[in-house]
């Protein structure tokens, strides 16, 4: 009697990254450890990080780092591209020089005007233009400088700053860099609300776009289950304030829900699903959606206290996961705040 080959189960099936992919995120989880550490030097090797390094991953965790790091650092670090030979380097530093303060890169750069060479007072008046108001004064001495090239950019730099809408008075979160999130050394506590868990992404892009949304919602935390690769240039930073908890199967996150007091609400299109706008929800629930191709286990459907799909009136039979998931996050604040008026 033969024995039959026992199956895979759903957490056995995720497939492994692709070498140059997980050397990739390895890179980029090194980049953001070193950067939590503070030790010494991490500046200067983010940098290279962030100038150097072709793939997005580790390139983006750097860029991220550098914004939260102590600017007259990172500023002194960054000159020297910006005055490279090298078109590329100076670029990348002339995009990353305005996300910095304000302040401090314009106090860095205003004795580059004077010693720098053509190309690099050009790529200066970009990263001017872009700094905006606080550069006017040195975009103004440009105006006047001995190159007609630079004199041509410097004009036309506060001419576009001039046609930009005044900043509000009263400036809110959103609007200070980086990314309108004050930097902390740990995430801050955050309400009860509710929370999100993914199931076997299989692109990283779109779980941390999802990870994006779920902070700009006010989640508690996000759950990954299974795979947890996500691309973390596209969560914008905020994984730096939003709890991530990886945990290894849906039976973990079934039970780690339980003892939380979530409910479970699937995100599954199906003929128990309610259409999204209809809903009656659960007061804590934990939004839990699956694979871009396969969806959720039957397991996270038998578990839902509510099963949920977005109906769509296109040609196109689905949304992308991470866009349908936002939609359902903001659809339960929706059904909050009619609760509340009530």
């Given at each position: 009697m033969t024995q039959s080959k026992p199956q895979p189960s759903e957490i056995d099936s995720i497939p492994d990254l692709e070498r140059d992919e997980q050397a990739a995120y390895e890179a980029g989880l090194a980049v953001r450890a070193d950067a939590e550490a503070r030790t010494a030097g991490w500046v200067e090797r983010t940098v290279e990080?962030?100038?150097n390094t072709n793939h997005g991953f580790p390139r983006g965790e750097a860029r991220i780092a550098l914004q939260l790091g102590p600017a007259e650092e990172v500023v002194e670090a960054l000159l020297p591209a910006l005055l490279s030979p090298n078109k590329r380097m100076r670029r990348r530093s002339m995009t990353l020089l305005p996300r910095l303060d304000p302040e401090e890169v314009c106090r860095q750069l205003d004795p580059v005007l004077e010693t720098g060479s053509r190309k690099s007072r050009?790529?200066?008046?970009?990263?001017?233009?872009?700094i905006g108001a606080p550069a006017e004064a040195l975009l103004t001495r440009l105006v006047d400088d001995s190159d007609e090239t630079i004199r041509n950019r410097a004009a036309?730099?506060?001419?576009a700053i001039a046609a930009r809408p005044p900043e509000p008075a009263d400036r809110t979160l959103s609007?200070?860099?980086?990314?309108?999130?004050?930097?902390?050394?740990?995430?801050?506590p955050r309400p009860r609300s509710f929370g999100v868990a993914a199931f076997n992404f299989s692109y990283g892009v779109n779980l941390g776009t999802l990870v994006r949304s779920a902070e700009a919602a006010?989640?508690?935390?996000?759950?990954i289950v299974g795979r947890d690769f996500y691309y973390r240039p596209s969560t914008k930073g905020t994984d730096w304030w939003l709890p991530i908890i990886t945990i290894a199967t849906p039976a973990e996150c079934l039970e780690r829900a339980q003892q939380e007091g979530f409910e479970i609400v699937a995100l599954q299109q199906g003929a128990a699903a309610q259409p999204i706008w209809e809903a009656e929800w659960p007061e804590r629930p934990l939004i839990v959606a699956g694979n871009e191709g396969d969806g959720l286990p039957q397991r996270f459907i038998d578990a839902a206290?509510?099963?949920?799909?977005?109906?769509?009136?296109?040609?196109?039979?689905?949304?992308?996961?991470?866009?349908?998931?936002?939609?359902?996050?903001?659809?339960f604040r929706?059904?909050?705040a009619?609760?509340?008026?009530?």
């Open positions: 990080v962030a100038l050009r790529a200066a008046c970009v990263a001017l233009a872009a036309r730099a506060l001419e609007s200070v860099r980086p990314f309108g999130l004050p930097y902390r050394d740990a995430p801050p006010g989640a508690e935390a996000v759950w206290a509510l099963q949920l799909e977005l109906p769509v009136v296109g040609n196109i039979d689905s949304l992308n996961v991470a866009v349908a998931t936002s939609v359902a996050m903001f659809a929706g059904w909050q009619r609760q509340s008026a009530q």
